[in-house]
């Protein structure tokens, strides 16, 4: 079960979305300290400094997960994954141990951080050893790290948000924030029928317009992949696993549509992208950790997913 910390204490509980006429609203994010490449900031960058900790399951904790193996940070980031099934919230197990602290629950590290932290216990978490306190709990910030301010160990030659384009990607980035990221979250924990059709309409039709672009475009800004495609992509490859069903986002797959289909695939194939992937993890965590959703507990057996199929040799 899912839960939140009152004054460093662990309580289980959901969304209240009755406060809310039965929409969901997220929680915001708690933490939003910068590293910085400047040796003298509160948190200058440094190769095994810092420490990410994430949930395969997670949209947003996938896209840091993406930066980190696109800018070629494993060796300077390190990594600790929590259990797809949430117990008093995220947990780690013998099989995915907390690498650095040996906590049993994720819940410990917010509290290691600030005592009495009040407020959901959210992943990605990134982690500083020295201060032995969380830098950033937004993934959307984590990612910029990566790509800015990391400079000197990374891999350069692949830039996420490159200057020419930011004006553009922001503004991408909230259309699909709002509509698409956290649109199918929208219309899975809305309480009530009309914050879900209002949610359903709104994802819809970004998804609608997002195919008609791609008709022009090979990617959101056009042949070069930025930030605002992963973005997009963690969404994607979810999409027919565990939205259509579990969320009710049902009125097309993302297989039906051709050119989002084309690019879901064409970002899957990029190197190294397949491992960042957990469909086992997903699947698991969506129908196994929301149990007012999916009461039996039982976990789909499908569909056949084409984007993660082997490409044959004529490429198709
Ligand atoms: N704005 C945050 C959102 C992170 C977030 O909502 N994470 C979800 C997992 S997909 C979570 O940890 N939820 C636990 C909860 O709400 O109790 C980010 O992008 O980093």
Known sequence: ?????????????WYDTNKT?????????????????????????????????????????HRTIIARS?????????????????????????????HVNGFQ?????????????????????????????????????????????FTEWADNSIELYP???????????????????????????ASRQDAYQAAFENLFSALDWVESRLAAHSFLLGDTITESDWRLFTTLARFDAVYVGHFKCNRNRIEDFPNLSRYLRQL????????????????RHYYLSHPHINPSGIVPAGPILRFCAPVGDDGS
Not at 26 to 51: E, L, Q, T, V
Not at 76 to 91: F, K, R
Not at 108 to 128: F, I, K
């Open 1 to 13: 079960m899912s839960g939140y910390l009152k004054n460093g204490q662990w309580h289980e509980g």
């Open 21 to 61: 006429s039965g929409a969901f609203v997220r929680a915001d994010s708690a933490f939003r300290n910068w590293i910085k490449a400047d040796p003298s900031s509160r948190y200058p960058a440094a190769p095994g400094r810092y420490h990410l900790y994430v949930s395969l399951a997670c949209p947003w904790a």
């Open 70 to 98: 696109l800018k070629r940070l494993e060796s300077i980031i390190s990594l600790s994954v929590v259990e797809p099934v949430m117990t008093q919230g995220w947990a780690f197990s013998k099989a995915l141990p907390d």
């Open 105 to 149: 629950f994720m819940h410990q590290l917010y509290t290691a951080a600030q005592a009495d932290y009040t407020g959901r216990v959210l992943v990605p978490v990134l982690w500083d050893t020295v201060t032995r306190s969380i830098v950033s709990n937004e993934s959307a910030d984590i990612v910029r790290m990566f790509d800015q301010e």
């Open 163 to 189: 200057e020419a384009l930011r004006k553009e990607i922001d503004k991408i980035n909230d259309f699909l924030y709002e509509n698409i990221n956290n649109g199918v979250y929208r219309c899975g924990f």
């Open 268 to 283: 899957y194939l990029q190197p190294d992208i397949d491992d960042t992937v957990n469909i086992d993890h997903i699947k």
